[in-house]
């Protein structure tokens, strides 16, 4: 499978501490996104990282990109109830539009 | 901008009959859909990908006379699954991608439809 996998699988914190998500994929590739599902919901896209990119910020999102180790992280701080998702990465492979979500990681924040 | 809708958002069916779930792209044009189908608590799963004016390409394992899909406009897939089994119950989501620049690369995803066959 060309999967993608997160770690951890589930997260539960408290509001106002950072929850760190892992991905890792298989192949090069073009950039790597990530998106939010909430329950039963359809998907959000939060940023979107190219792979010649090292880091990127949006509002309290850090995305982070290590080709070598073909892994990024997310980095959400001072979480807040209404952060409670599914967090997907999603990759396309160098050469082409098609992306691949990874596992998933269940986030719960705790008020 | 950048909004995509999904119709319907919920369908109930019987075993056996077809059931058509449109995607649309409300303010761009989009050359390229996707469709994905999601298991409770698992990802999101490429069932096929369509471009304006051709044929889908369908990822493994995907049967195409199953999952009918017809991308007849630059704004308009629909997927449809035909003769429904209870195992085709999913929650099946499309994304688009627009035309230029930025778009291409970014999938704006529809809300989903939550398929029961029963």
């Known amino acids: 499978s060309q999967q993608g996998e997160e770690d951890p699988q589930a997260l539960s914190i408290q509001e106002g501490e950072n929850a760190t998500m892992n991905c890792s994929y298989k192949t090069s590739i073009n950039n790597l996104q990530w998106y939010r599902q909430n329950s039963g919901r359809g998907l959000v896209h939060l940023i979107l990282i190219r792979s010649n990119e090292r880091e990127k910020h949006s509002g309290r999102l850090r995305v982070t990109l290590d080709t070598s180790k073909k892994s990024s992280s997310l980095l959400i701080t001072a979480s807040r109830a209404a952060d409670t998702a599914s967090y997907f990465c999603a990759t396309a492979a160098s050469g082409t539009y098609k992306y691949i979500f990874g596992t998933g990681t269940r986030l719960k924040v705790l008020a | 901008g950048a909004v995509v809708s999904q119709h319907p958002s919920r369908v109930i069916c019987k075993s056996g009959t077809s059931v058509k779930i449109e995607c649309r792209s409300l303010d761009f044009q989009a050359t390229t859909m996707f469709w994905y189908r999601q298991f409770p608590k698992q990802s999101l799963m490429l069932m096929a990908t369509s471009n304006e004016g051709s044929k889908a390409t369908y990822e493994q394992g995907v049967e195409k006379d199953k999952f009918l899909i017809n991308h007849a406009s630059l704004t308009l897939s629909t997927l449809t699954v035909t003769s429904a089994h209870p195992e085709d119950s999913s929650f099946y989501i499309c994304?688009?991608?627009?035309?230029?620049?930025?778009?291409?690369?970014?999938?704006?995803f529809g809300p989903g439809t939550r398929l029961t066959v029963l």
């Open positions: 994304s688009a991608s627009g035309l230029a620049g930025g778009m291409r690369d970014t999938q704006y």
